[in-house]
């Protein structure tokens, strides 16, 4: 037998640890594999997935239908997917690990995350990017026309930062309680329980902001005050005739909150001003609103979109947006007190509704002494082109772009009253097709009715069966790219509303979302949404994502997403596979819980995590 020279039983030791060293490693790889939860989750999940990719778009939606609903008959699992939890992240650092988010293909993205520090003057729970930039309000030549509170969007870089969460905030006061009822910490705003505590606006108790229903004009509730209208207009028809109202300077939003009970949605507005937060507080409630002035520059609301317009001015904005035929209900000082202020105000209404063409319907006041007019636009142009002079004009190609995204508002009457008719009553308004849309072709009612049938079935077999949302807990939805409302039409049964938006440098669908019954506004998310932070349940965004991509960067877009949707709620993307992989690192950055849904929806939940925490 040989015997082993010096130089080998030196090896020996090294090669004996080194086994030991590879042995152990190996054991610790299939322990992690059989154990982790997460990557057992992911692969149930993905083992239900047995429909193959589909590349839908809009204009593709019948294949999507079909594709849909064989990956529905392929028997997947009954329970929805599990979200992968992030749970390796460095939060205090604000850089997320990268272990893949807890399970996945795509690791967290390294990103450096960090709190928004809006300057003096400026909540930062309540950063409005657009609204609230300091520099360029500074800049403005002007204030009188309200300029201060129009939009005032950073130039690149855009902010990318995350808002900061208010002490104290806990997930909503659920629906319908919300509604007269929110957490205090969730919007500690303690002004307007002072400021408007003559007409019970808001009270606080306890933990708790209530709301009595009150208002300006309705200080005995605003369930007489829907009544009184009612009552001298039965033709009004809340609910049946009139379906969506536009509610300006609308306080907390009560009038809209309660004409919910009669199966009407309004989209109320104000401006985010020194009333602090009273848009904040209606979306905490649950009631849809916007933030939004009328000083330079017209609405994000196509040409007679409403059936109602309720308060404010100026009238020939709200003209604009007033369905022909349409009513407007004006309720203020001027038409019932006799102070000379009041009446000067009110022989200038006067004049400026018969110059517009609108008739006086009724004037009454109810048994409180509290007045209110109500005027109807015409059905048709014979007024107008009746009147002995023509102030204001009719507007005219000349007069500008059409189109209410950063366009100034109009000096002259805009109407296409020719072809122009009001929608069925509602329900059936809901699923009807209507001619006067830009896009007015047999293509366009084909593409109507698949997005229609695509969306009932996939909200039916998908998005309630297989998607880990908590619907129950869901009541602010908004869709990011509305195409023709479809997503909201398959949720009208839902005890939820949805903010249907169309993009800017999308086709022009608004018009049909208004006349199907619903609600929405035109917006490009290159930019902050006029809302505040905290105020969604869901934010919904189908294909839109690459076009978007290709102006403005994916950070941008994800910081946005965060900004308004609430924590513990939900975003789901239904893209292609490329953006799906190209988003999904970049949620579990922020440390949001992901899954993947037959290939085409990528469910995301958004935690408590903020940078430093």
């Known amino acids: 037998m040989a015997v082993p020279t010096s130089d080998q039983r030196k090896r020996r030791p090294f090669l004996l640890s ?28 993905d083992a239900t997935e047995k429909a193959e990719e589909t590349a839908s778009r809009p204009d593709d939606t019948a294949a ?40 996945g293909d795509e690791p967290a993205a390294k990103v450096r995350w960090e709190t928004c520090r809006p300057g003096r003057g400026v909540s930062a729970a309540d ?40 002490s104290g905030y806990r997930s909503p006061v659920p629906w319908p309680r919300s509604r007269d009822m929110i957490w205090y910490n969730n919007v500690p705003h303690p002004k307007l329980v002072e400021y408007k505590k003559d007409q019970n606006w808001v009270t606080k108790s306890g933990d708790y902001l209530v709301f009595p229903g009150g208002g300006t004009q309705f200080k005995t509730g605003v369930t007489r005050y829907i009544q009184f209208i009612e009552q001298i207009m039965p033709t009004i028809q809340w609910g049946t005739h009139t379906k969506t109202v536009l509610d300006v300077g609308c306080g907390v939003a009560s009038f809209g909150g309660y004409l919910l009970d009669r199966n009407v949605i309004t989209m109320s507005f104000a401006p985010k001003d020194e009333h602090e937060a009273q848009i904040q507080f209606a979306l905490e409630r649950g009631i849809p609103a916007f933030l939004a002035v009328i000083g330079t520059q017209k609405l994000p609301f196509p040409d007679e979109a409403f ?16 369905r022909p035929g349409g009513y407007y209900i004006w309720s203020a000082t ?70 209410p995204w950063y366009a100034p508002l109009d000096t002259c009457i805009s109407s296409s009253i020719e072809k122009s008719s009001w929608p069925l009553p509602w329900p059936e308004r809901l699923n009807a097709r209507y001619l006067n849309v830009p896009d007015d072709s047999s293509s366009t ?15 039916s077999e998908i998005y309630y069966n297989d998607f880990p949302v908590n619907w129950s807990s869901t009541r602010n939805v908004m869709d990011m790219n509305a195409g023709y409302g479809g997503f909201a039409a398959a949720l009208v049964d839902k005890p939820l509303w949805v903010m249907n938006v169309v993009p800017v440098g999308q086709p022009d669908t608004l018009p049909v979302i208004f006349n199907r019954g619903l609600i929405g506004v035109y917006h490009d998310w290159c930019e902050s949404f006029n809302t505040y932070p905290r105020t969604y ?20 877009v994800a910081a946005e997403i965060d900004r308004i949707l609430r924590p513990d709620r939900w975003f789901v993307l239904r893209d292609t596979t ?9 949620l579990k950055s922020l440390h949001y819980e992901t899954v993947v849904v037959k290939q085409q929806f990528l469910v995301a939940k958004k935690g408590f995590w903020r940078p430093g925490k």
């Open 307 to 322: 059936d109602v317009v309720h308060c404010g001015k100026p009238l020939l904005e709200l003209n604009r947006v007033l």
């Open 127 to 166: 950063y409005i990017p657009c609204l609230d930039n300091m520099r360029a309000i500074k800049a403005l030549r002007s204030r009188r026309h309200m300029e201060h509170r129009e939009r005032h969007c950073p130039v690149a870089p855009r902010p990318r930062c995350l808002v900061r969460v208010p």
């Open 445 to 459: 009612d084909e593409k109507f009715d698949v997005d229609t049938k695509y969306w009932k079935h996939a909200i």
């Open 334 to 403: 001027p038409v019932y007190r006799q102070e000379k202020r009041d009446q000067d105000d009110w022989n200038a209404m006067v004049k400026l509704t018969k110059s517009i063409c609108w008739r006086t319907v009724v004037k009454s006041e109810d048994s409180n002494g509290i007045g209110v007019v109500v005027y109807q636009k015409p059905a048709s142009n014979s007024c107008y082109l009746e009147r002995r002079t023509n102030e204001p004009p009719m507007c005219s190609k000349k007069d500008g772009p059409r189109f």
């Open 64 to 103: 999507a239908v079909n594709a849909d609903a064989a990956a529905g008959e392929g028997g997947g699992s009954s329970e929805s997917p599990r979200l992968d939890a992030d749970k390796g992240a460095a939060a205090t650092e604000g850089v997320a690990d990268d272990d893949g988010g807890g399970g």
């Open 578 to 586: 490329e953006m799906i992989k190209k988003m999904r690192p970049v």
């Open 537 to 556: 349940d869901l934010l919904h965004m189908s294909y839109l994502l690459g076009s978007l991509t290709n102006r403005c960067d994916i950070m941008e």
């Open 18 to 45: 080194l086994s030991l060293f590879l042995l152990v490693s190996a054991l610790l790889a299939l322990a992690f594999l059989f154990l982790d939860p997460s990557a057992q989750s992911l692969s149930s999940a």
